[in-house]
């Protein structure tokens, strides 16, 4: 199954449908997006691209870098979305480690991105987008080249499941990025599950709230057009501020909303959400990191009509477990909700560091089998090693690095990061436990826990975000603490922020925290 | 004879500077628990307890540098009169 199939069968069976809207500056029914991509294809065709290439995408998310990653997929290549607000010379390290055969940007970001990219090697053809917005961006630029030399027209190439469909790029512990490479059947199996489980329809309008190069985003581009149903753009500038976003979910009759907690906790805290019809809101989906408990039964306590679907998983398998979020939140909670059952198309079991199951209630890494684990890193082999467990079978684990409980119940508890543990005075410490202690506490909005080298050894420090902006006192932070934890693991120190900063796919940015000189 | 009043304010003192930068005096009492809660690690115990030695001219044993001892204001500053 490819995943471009899913834009063609909804063009056929809806034409005229809706497929993608841009808020304030226009849309494209499902015979237009189909017709644009084409056109794409058949320019990239005739650039040299060929089944199996790679092309990078430097665009802000408009319907133009929508039509461009369905051309990129109909030659049969795979694309490769950069954030487009992302330093150039990221970026090129980004285009170079996976040998792109030729890159998508807007005319703007064009020169740095290029100078970084072709820095003493070949030219990189580049199709360069003046701007993007309705689709008209790309549309002219396929106008300018079809003047001086026309495309002929080519078939839309059929891949394999095995087949790469497209490589994100997240944050990689050695500094550099590291590419995840998601074939058809990977991403395929994922979209046939979401599809079915979560119940989308053609009348349901997605939320488009994550970036292309965000996993997110997987979901809301092509869960949606396999319902045929219509996906709203939310822009960078707009998906950051809450006030808009409320707006922009009932001006725009959003059905299905999918983002990080962080976004979710915003719209809650500060959307003004009572004095807007979000009536037509019927599923919220969230993902990436943890929801604080408070925040989550606020969002519920103004929006108690939709379904609440907790998902997770890491970019290597997509969505993974998901749990339904009941109807009431009581109030006494302070634990965060699992992770919830594993998907009905993987495979999950918990192991310890030996590689040996663990019994349901013990805690271990959680490990993820089926046909949506990515078949390795781009270019990292070791790395695809240590990720990737062979069964005796033949099949593959995949090696989250979260470590989990499964509950009786058989859902699965998130307890932490594996690759998070440090050492405090010879004891191990996980800077997550810490930090779901934190979001335990009332007033704390946001939290993240770092451990600095110190004379003294491991320093542990929290960085916060409070509900007012303001301090907590010390003495009653350490003294909450010291009553959810062994005394080693109450953090040393305690920062406070506005806002914790945040990547540029909504996640804190403990690299970010890592360099803020507060001791 | 030191009264225990200005002991107290001496403890307080450079527990808040040492130990709880920024903090609102008002919130450290003399009951407010140091040791068990966290507040004073091994370390910071350490430094306390060199303090005292120093601040009041009294020797502290290593025994007595504990939660038994040094979990309180009110618990320092008697172990510290105990000694004048």
Redesign the interface.
Known sequence: MNLHAYLAAAARARPEHAAVVAPGKGELDYRALDDLSDRLRDRLVALGVAPGDRVGLCLRKSVDSLAALYGVLKCGAAYVPIDATAPARRNAFILGDCGVRAVLVEAGLAPALLEALDAGAARTPALLLEGVGKGDGLAAALDAIDRALPAEPTPTVEREDDDLAYILYTSGSTGNPKGVGITHGNATSFVEWAHGAIGTGAEDRFSSHAPFHFDLSIFDLYVAAKSAATLVLVSEEVGKEPLGLARLIAEERISVWYSTPSVLSLLAQYGKLETHDLSNLRIVLFAGEVFPIVHLAVLKDLLPAPVYYNLYGPTETNVCTYYRIPERVPPERRDPYPIGVVCEHLAARVVDESGAEVEVGGEGELCIRGPAVTRGYWGLEELTAASLLADDDGGVWYRTGDLVVEEEDGNYRFVGRGDRMVKKRGFRVELGEIEACLYRHSEVREVAVVALEDPDGVRVRAHLATDDGGRISLIKLKTFCSEHLPLYMVPDAFAFHEALPKTSTDKIDYQALLGDGRS | MVPKEQVQASVKQFILSEF?P???AG??ETT??LV????L???ATLKLVTFLEEQFSVQIDAHEADVDHLNTVEDISNLVLSKL
């Open positions: 709880l920024g903090e609102d919130e450290l407010t628990p068990s809660a966290g507040i690690d091994s370390i």
